[in-house]
T-cell receptor, first 112, second 118 residues
């Protein structure tokens, strides 16, 4: 059973556009929600993260929107650039254990 | 100031061979994680160490998989009698605190070892 569901699987956005990736979870034991960015041949790197007591977090062009009642959260990339082309993973962390559960990933391509 | 280092970068094994994958975490990091990433998928949790103690091994897929971190620094993931389904990228990550992956103790991943079993 997939604990963190991510969509879309792939996404193509024009340069300057907004990229939106969505995730949903079921387990209320999760209490921290990071997003990771992965380039080919590299390990994932933390991009931005949010705790469920806030509805939105913004860092530069990257924003997480969090809907606790719907158990959904999303990543918005404003003014998308070719350098943003990568695979993005949402994730969820259990409050009681050091275990991160990753979504299946979204391959984002920014067209110049 | 080096990051997490994994070796070898690539490993090709014949089915039935044993392999050992090494992870050098960031110096002083308390927590160490192993993840398995199949092609086109997200990383799947394998096991977690806090210093030398293996606190969670619930993700290890079978008893052919074994991990250790005897001195609380370098870790080795061993796979015995490799099978084709073991082909994947094996990622190691470390974090400074005891609660890895949380806001005050972010994970730092290595670039992984790509294992191909033929």
């Amino acid at each position: 059973q997939q604990q963190v569901k991510q969509s879309p699987q792939s996404l193509i956005v024009q340069k300057g556009g907004i990229s939106i990736i969505n995730c949903a979870y079921e387990n209320t034991a999760f209490d921290y929600f990071p997003w990771y960015q992965q380039f080919p041949g590299k390990g994932p790197a933390l991009l931005i993260a949010i705790r469920p007591d806030v509805s939105e977090k913004k860092e530069g062009r990257f924003t997480i929107s969090f809907n606790k009642s719907a158990k959904q959260f999303s990543l918005h990339i404003m003014d998308s650039q070719p350098g943003d082309s990568a695979t993005y993973f949402c994730a969820a962390v259990y409050s009681s254990a050091s275990k991160i559960i990753f979504g299946s990933g979204t391959r984002l391509s920014i067209r110049p | 100031g080096a990051g997490v280092s994994q070796s070898p970068r690539y490993k090709v094994a014949k089915r039935g061979q044993d392999v050992a994958l090494r992870c050098d975490p960031i110096s002083g990091h308390v927590s160490l994680f192993w993840y398995q990433q199949a092609l086109g998928q997200g990383p799947e949790f394998l096991t977690y160490f806090q210093n030398e103690a293996q606190l969670d091994k619930s993700g290890l897929p079978s008893d052919r998989f074994f991990a250790e971190r005897p001195e609380g620094s370098v870790s080795t993931l061993k796979i015995q009698r490799t099978q084709q389904e073991d082909s994947a990228v094996y990622l190691c990550a470390s974090s400074p605190g005891a609660t890895g992956g949380r806001y005050n103790s972010p994970l730092h991943f290595g670039n992984g070892t790509r294992l191909t079993v033929t």
